[in-house]
């Protein structure tokens, strides 16, 4: 929708005035979210508005494994879009410490990270809006910390959300965390890969994980399986529900290096063009991307990336 950034606003604060700073907020708030003058504060609702989104967004992105590889403030679009990925990649195995920047190596921007890192941004881009929101700092100060207060509750409910549709709960229970905590659990207990067990759970097979003949995993699916039942939606309801928020296939970085390798080396773009075509709909559920859902080989060798590459 456009390429304004924390970091754009960050550079205006930073070198230009506060007539400028406030000609770029009104440039954004018409763009993005435009509304009729009904004497709010505007720069407020500015504000708030990216916050809800980056929240959605981070939530979206863990939802199905995904991990941007530099979230840095230049990074972070404040439409709520994915931009400047950079050395980014889908998560195999479940791991909240999973990184695919190779030089991050304290793990900032872990798969774990990223609520923590986007909250750190968007105190940032607040501290930027604080000419803007009052002309009392500290009464400023005191309404952006209130609006960077609900950004850890936005994220949660949101992430909450994604993961009882990712189970195909239509309702809501105060002991679905604990539910969905537990799988995840599991998952990082016995490295299970994170797509394919939602995939095989979608599929109600539950033999198709590395999770199968665990008896803890047995108990849990016997528990979801009650929960499920609490719910007046039939099983192929739940299934659908699954189906439309449980990615069949990921763009694998195995695949992506096969698919590169033939157009590079051998100016074959079939491969390419075929693994477009497996996901170009990755929650179609086909009898071809079964070939495109397995991980990786082992390998001895950490898959490395950076930025440009």
Known sequence: ASHLRVGTFQFAANWGTVD?????????????????????????????NVIERQASLVAQWQLVGFIHGVMNTDNMAISGESIDYGPCAFMNEYDPATVFSSIDTYGRYAYGNQPRIAAWNLTRFAETLLPLLHDEEQEAIAMAQTALADFSALHHARWLQGMRAKLGLFSQEAEDIVLVEELLRLLEQHQADFTNTFRALTLNRPDQTTLHGVPAFQQWYDDWQARLGHQPETTAQSQRLMQTNNPAVIPRNHRVEEALEAAVNHRDYSVLERFLAILS????????????????PPSSTPYQTYCGT
Do not use: I, K, M
């Not at 400028?20 to 708030?48: C, I, K, W």
């Open 20 to 48: 400028e700073l406030q000609a770029l907020a009104d440039y954004a708030l018409e763009r993005h979210f435009p509304s009729p003058d009904t004497g709010v504060n505007r720069y407020l609702s500015l504000l708030q």
């Open 281 to 296: 709909d990755p929650f179609a559920y086909t009898s071809e991307q079964e070939e495109y859902s397995a991980p990786p």
